[in-house]
């Protein structure tokens, strides 16, 4: 390749730049330089379109780095790693893909992009996207994302922030304009793949050097037809970004393009460029998002499973008891997993339903952490409880996310905002859909109303992309168990809120499975690490928060109650775990002021005294002189 301008390449930057340096702007002349925008020892090619006309002063100021300048939105500054993300020497996209460009396409590899839910992959994204349209990299982008609600925000990132016109699909006619010579790609779901607008994407890519964004890529294999889709519609595509804040998987199934490794009980994607929830929190210009602390709760759970005869077995298991332990070599693997979700699935019957007592006791106390928040800290704080289902069990009556509103009207006097699309398994009607967005968009609304519920139930429509900035406290309730979905779950009330405080504290109230017990253990480390490191440096800010798949067998089960003890606030202690007798909890309960959890008032019992007795009668005098 070779490496200088030749006279009819620099003639055509001279003309281009009118004969002005690009970066001062001052006159030049034929002693002009003909200077590499992406470096020649990155990859960048001696051809037109990545050079520039610079004066000699302005080249020789230059080095080695990448510059993009020239694609940075007003007023949005990249972060740190959004930076390396970009023009990194050993994890940049554009020196990877600079060194692809070489290859036959159909041989170029994915670049993968892990970075934690709401540190700002969309951005980053589409960053790179403007800077390869504008060096000429690329000449048409497609932003592929896993839910039709979410085309029109990445529509308007692409326009807002960097100019570039894409066409959104609400319907696959929209296509027709891809070549107008305005619009520079186009955003579809995966869903649409499948359908019509599969042909005028392949068309696309064969005709074009086209760039495509898988964003949130594990939901390529989640439904088997959107990755075979995906591969079908894009096989003559130049470059694949794939995006994902959670590379990990627990089913044993995998995607196309990515290759695994294994990591203990999970299969974890090999990726490029890794951005986690420990990196967002230490970020050099201040945490990307909230520190988390968990209420984990133990106890036990009792169900019957109906077998194909009509008789009942029954179950008893601890909700921290690995049932994979108990009952290897005796059942499939699929059976245990069942029994899993059929666990987590009864824990969160409502209090009626067989004298269950873990989402009673839960929620009064993490109701009663958010209302102190909102007298505080923060009046538009705002919790989130997320069900598995919209309605009633048709044959067992167990209920789901409006029977769980219409509890927390009884328990509270306030009926709290449902957002969910419908009936489950189904397209659910236009009303539905309708109210769940109205109610949705007024808490994405940066000035919320304060007159809106202090409680969201919701049934997968806060999910990836959804950002609500005032979430600040989760109850899990739904039988979810796949780590993938836990940590998407998680991450939506980690977002920096409103107020632009960073040291604020998100609580989150969960059963403490096996599975979910080292997902928390691996976010308590990083939270702690980080305190640490503020206490060490001494500006860290004091708010007393620390108060504080398919293959599925088909089967009806029957909860028969479940109990329930908080197992430790596993954020509190230097060793993350203090575990208390549920009957002091009860005894403390009453006399907690709003704002202060239990487990975060007991955890720091060993200070009130050594005895139970001791620790009640100073808690009691300490109640007295605070009122």
Sequence with gaps: MNRTFDTRQRMALHRRAKGKCELCGIRIGSDFHADHRIPFALGGPTEVWNGQALCPQCNLRK?????????????????EWQREFMVSPQRGIIPFFMKERSKDKHERSPYVLNAFPGTGKTYASLLAAAYLLET???????????WDNLREGAYKTALDLFGIELIETKKPENLLNLNDGINKGAVVSYG?????????????????????????MHHLEEKKGWGASFQSTFRDLSFLLMTTGTPIRSDGSSMPYVTYKKDGRMQRIVTNFDFGYADALNSAEGPDVLQINFEPWDGTVRWDVENEDGTKTPYEHKISEDLRGTYLDRRP??????????????????????????????????????????KTQDRHATGLIVCSRCDEDEKTGRGGANQVAEWIYQQTGQMPAVIHGGDDGKEGTKTQKAEAVKWLKRYQSKHPSPDLPRWIVSVGMLKEGVDVPQLAALVYATNITAPLSWIQIVGRVLRIPLTGDKQFMAHAWMPRTPEFDELMRNMREAVQDYKHKKTKEGSEKNHGDDFGRDGRFRRETYGRGNEAEHDGSIHHDADGTHIHEESEIGKFRDLLPPGCSVAAVLSLSKQLGDTKEERMARFIKLNELVK
């Design 63 to 79: 080095t080695m780095n990448i510059d993009f300048s020239s694609v940075i939105p007003y007023g949005r500054p990249p972060r």
């Design 333 to 374: 693997k699929a059976e245990i997993e069942q029994l899993e979700r059929d666990r987590l699935r009864h824990c969160m019957d409502l209090p009626e339903e067989a004298n269950s007592e873990y989402l009673a006791k839960a929620f009064a106390d993490a109701d009663n952490w958010l209302q102190g928040v909102r």
């Design 192 to 216: 649409q793949l499948g359908g019509k607008c599969a042909a005028a994407l392949q068309a696309l890519c064969r005709d074009y050097r086209v760039l495509v964004i898988a964003d949130e």
């Design 136 to 146: 000429g990299v690329i000449e048409q982008v497609v932003y592929c994302v896993p």
